[in-house]
């Protein structure tokens, strides 16, 4: 089960990576799109319809399909300077707290997107843009992390209860 959700996080996160990426080479399209029109003339003047909006909606995929890889690898903001003062037992302790409610208010994110979700697509809503994109479409990506992110934190409440000590403390703590 460990190789397994290890391997969805890390899918989940090149997905978040691929959506950069489609960032800045539609970005960069649009931008020599303006720039051979500014040289070339306004017979040269041409756009991509609706990039800023498929610029937001891959915005929003990296940064929920991003979320789950980035608590398994320590890369949220802690407060490791008060955390790594208390001893290993309030340490761990604070832990559990702090992971059980995460995943709580993970949970909560998760379910109420996933009603926004199915809101948007009882009633048709679309974006509002040139292109009008059925707006579930990315609030999809924004569910899937967010549920992501939810099972990250119990799978690591899990793993800390198993180790009887912290784990995501120590962190780079060196």
Not at 58 to 75: I, V
Not at 114 to 127: F, I, M, T, V
Request: one cysteine or more.
């Amino acid at each position: 089960m460990r190789k397994l959700l290890d391997f969805v996080y890390l899918v989940a996160a090149g997905l978040a990576g691929l959506s950069i990426v489609a960032i800045c080479l539609l970005i960069t399209a649009q931008i020599a799109l303006n720039i051979t029109a500014r040289v070339a003339g306004a017979d040269w003047s041409y756009t991509i319809p609706s990039y800023a909006d498929f610029s937001g909606f891959m915005l929003a995929a990296a940064s929920f399909m991003a979320l789950a890889y980035t608590l398994r690898a320590g890369g949220h903001i802690r407060v490791g300077l008060l955390v790594q003062r208390l001893p290993m037992r309030l340490r761990w302790g604070s832990e559990l707290v702090t992971l059980g409610m995460g995943a709580a208010f993970a949970g909560f994110a998760t379910y109420f997107s996933a009603r926004l979700l199915e809101e948007s697509w009882r009633y048709g809503d679309k974006s509002t843009g040139i292109v009008a994109i059925p707006i579930w479409i990315p609030q999809c990506a924004m569910v899937l992390g967010l549920g992501l992110l939810a099972v990250a934190f119990v799978d690591t409440l899990i793993e800390s209860l198993r180790a009887r000590t912290p784990i995501l403390t120590d962190v780079g703590a060196e």
